[in-house]
Each structure stands twice: as C-alpha cells, then as structure tokens.
C-alpha cells in the first residue's frame, strides 16, 4: 500500500498537521528543525510520494516527465528504443514518473494536440529524441506554461545534444580501407546525399575531387516504403543490392551502409554465398543493434554511449539554462570497442 500522510506522523510521534506542515511549508504552523529534519528522513526512508493529482490541482511539482520519440520513422529504430528505456528507467531511480510517447505525427496541429495534453497531464519536464514536425509551435507552448525541454538529435530546438555521427563513419570508412584498400562500396537509399559520409570522404581524399569520389564510392539502393517491418525492408533492400553489385564488381570486398539492418542483409547474402566476413569481406553497419553484436562474424560498428547520453538529457531536462552540447559514437568491430570517439 501506498505511504500516507498518517504513516509518516505516527512513526514520528507527530501529528498530521504537522506533517502536512513540513511538506507543505505551511506558515503559521512551528515545527523545530530537528523534527522537520526528522520528518523529511522518514519521509524519504518510506519513499512517501504526494498525491499526483493534489499536486496537479495545486500548481505544485508533480515530478513528471515525457520522453517522446518526435516521428514514426524513429520509433523503429533499435537505438531511439533503447535510449528511451534507459531513459525511463533512470528517471524511474529519480522517483520520476514518465510518459513514453512514440506517436507524434505528419501534422503539427495534432502534434501540437499531443504536447497540449501532455502538459494538462501535469508533465514538467520534456525529453525529445528527434525533430518533430511543427516544433517551433510546440517549444513555444512549453515556454509558455513554464515547462522544461531538452532534445537529442534536433537541431530544430533550442536546448539541443547532437551526436557527432560525422567522426564514426569516417573511422569506420579508414577501417575498410585498411582491409580492403579502394575495394569498398558505400550503398546508400537512393537519392541519398549523406553530408556524415560526404565529409567524411571529402577529408579521407583530400586531394580528390568529391564529386568524383562520390562517383566512384557511392552505390544507390532502390528506395523502400518507410511503413511495415523496417527493419525486414532494409535486410532484404541491402540482400539484394549486394547480389547485384557483385554480379558487375567481383571484386568489391568492403561494404558501407549507414545502418545495421542492411549490414546484416549485406552479411546474410554473403555468407551465403561462401564468403566469410571479417576475412574474405568485410561488412559495416552503423547503431550496435543488439542483433549486430550477437553476429558470429563481425561487422564494424559505431556505438551511441547511451549512459553518457542519458546523464546530459536527465540533467539538462529540468533545467532553463542555454544548452548545447554534442556526443560521440564508439566504433566497435565484432565485441571489441576500436576506438572511443570521445577520446579523440
């Protein structure tokens, strides 16, 4: 059973008003300091948590956040899952309440709806992975009712963490160069003009023109529908691309994609068809799904350091202070870490 007002007085000899006295601040009302100190001990030790809709009638914090994954597309992905449930689960330690919200839409007028909601549920506190769709609208109706706000992955808002995808896929690129020399393939969405993979080899071939590197490098997959299994989609969309491309270039041994999920496809087709990755080709992915990182033959990798990740969010997610900030991905190859970004 819950922990009341009337448990907290009997254990410390008081009364209920003087309980409701301590944490209420109420004036008028003389407890000594060594009985409110008492008091807030006990309080703490039982765990005892004010009623959440007191809270919400009395305009008094309710220790409530979101955590909301800003489009359909991300709400897929293994890595936007995961930074969401450590999130919860760290705020859950707090003795925070959280609301997980993956169903932002295409329209900011019902996007918009969603937060107005959220806020009326008496949310303090917004984490925000990705840029949803009318976010300027929303950051001023959060202003508005003083609430606070920090976003991963949005350069859209104001208080904002990136992540330095940039570093990563130009360390796993030297990887591939380094096992296979010029003998690698970057296979990208078609249409795809990727500025992480474009600067990354604008600086590996400094003395090339980009344009003609991005000529000789860049393969583009057909692209796929966004709805369904993405993951399925992406597996089959880079299965295929690598039957394909092998059947005109026999000899391309290294091959780039810019998620773990047609890596995976790319190694199915492989070693299927008698190649052994990690020795005779090499595979590269990005994100460490968790189905990379089980994978008897290794793919290189890169890492989001998630426990980084969720100290800066949690503490700049009560905060009203100017934040900016940007994290690095860990490349791993196989179960070992190559290289810390960080570090660099």
Known sequence: MAVTIKDIAK????????VSA??????????????REQILEIVKRLGYRRNFGYNLMHNKPTNTAAIIISTPFMAQEERNRTLSLQLMERFNDMQIATYFFDRMTQSPEQNLKHIREL????VEAFIFIGCPIGHLEIQKELKKFHRTM????SSGFERNLRHDAYSARKKIISILREKVGEKFKILLQEGSRSPFFL????????????????????IYMPRISWEGDLAAMLFTNAYTAVEKLLKT??????????????????????TTHGFTVGKDVFVAGFNADLSVRMQTNPIITAALPYSKVVDILIRESYSRESFSDEIKWDVIYGNTMLQSMDKK
């Open 22 to 35: 301590v944490l209420n601040d109420t004036p008028g009302i003389r407890v000594s300091a060594e009985k």
């Open 199 to 218: 600067n990354a080899l604008q600086e590996l071939y400094p003395d090339s023109d980009i344009e003609d590197i991005w000529q000789q490098k860049v």
């Open 11 to 18: 254990e410390a000899g008081v009364s209920f008003q003087a």
């Open 150 to 153: 920090v976003s991963f992955d």
């Open 249 to 270: 270039a026999p000899d391309i041994r290294g091959f780039c994609f810019s998620n773990d999920a047609q890596a995976l496809g790319a190694a199915a087709y492989l």
């Open 119 to 122: 806020i009326g549920r008496g």
